[in-house]
């Protein structure tokens, strides 16, 4: 029985020491991808076409830091190598780092818009100021002080046909047009119907702050003519203020009266005088 024993104690001692004599000669198993201990691990041990070739804090990556990656792709960023992470990584000729490539400040026009500098003409890759029309690349754009703009089809209301005015270089239907007022006889206090109409040519010239108006005062024909001029001077400054109290400025209100010179009902009877008796609001 003791001569048994010693044979399984030797035995399992010749076992043990030739294991680690395996070890000894053959190295350490290396650990399951992505593990590894250093770089060798990753290249040997990755899937074929393998890039992850630097072990860092034991996981294979692409790059540890910007040593680790090719002259195309220099810069390491979140453990990948890319052309670039900010703009200070790229030369001069292609000065924008854009989704980790090194870009052009531009290439068509559009790309000025995006850097911030609209209305520039691509010219050499660069954004530049445009010297004629024809750089702008579109019909509806014209070169104006070295910006590409839209084409002006007017430049006032007079530019129009009847019937437009002139909105943003364009020719439109007006949204709005001022109303006329009448008075009584011999009166130039404001009827409670005829604030309601000047409530609502206040807020037309809010909608176009372009128009300078002519208020007219005009009277019927009865009276004598330097009486009418008066007349009509006080109807014309009655609306003028009132429109000013709605928050129009004077600047935009010009005040005039014709007295009885301009009717538009030439018949002498209380219908025809009544249409008389008016302030229109002219667009000038």
Known sequence: MKAKGRTCRA????????????????GCPSP????????????????EGNTLLACCDGQCQECCADQDCPQERP???????????????????????DNEKCAYECEINADCNARGKPG??????????????????????ACVDGRCVPACACQSDADCPEGKVCQDCACVEPSCEPQTIYFDFDRYDLRPGDRDIL?????????RPELIVSVEGHCDERGTEEYNIALGERRARTAKKYLQNLGISAERL????????RPVCTQSYEDCYSRNRRVDFVAR
């Open 11 to 26: 035995i399992g001692f010749t076992a043990t020491a030739l294991l680690a004599l395996a070890v000894f000669v053959t």
């Open 32 to 47: 399951d991808f992505p593990q590894c201990r250093d770089a060798d691990d990753c290249a040997s041990n990755g899937p």
């Open 75 to 97: 810069k390491c960023k979140d453990m990948r190598c890319v052309e670039c992470s900010e703009d200070a990584d790229c030369p001069v000729d292609k000065p924008y780092c």
């Open 120 to 141: 520039m003409v691509c010219k050499e890759n660069k954004c530049q100021a445009c010297e004629s029309d024809e750089e702008c690349g579109d019909p509806s754009l």
């Open 199 to 207: 409530d609502q040519n206040a807020e037309c010239l809010k909608q």
């Open 254 to 261: 010009r005040t005039i009266s014709y007295g009885e010179g």
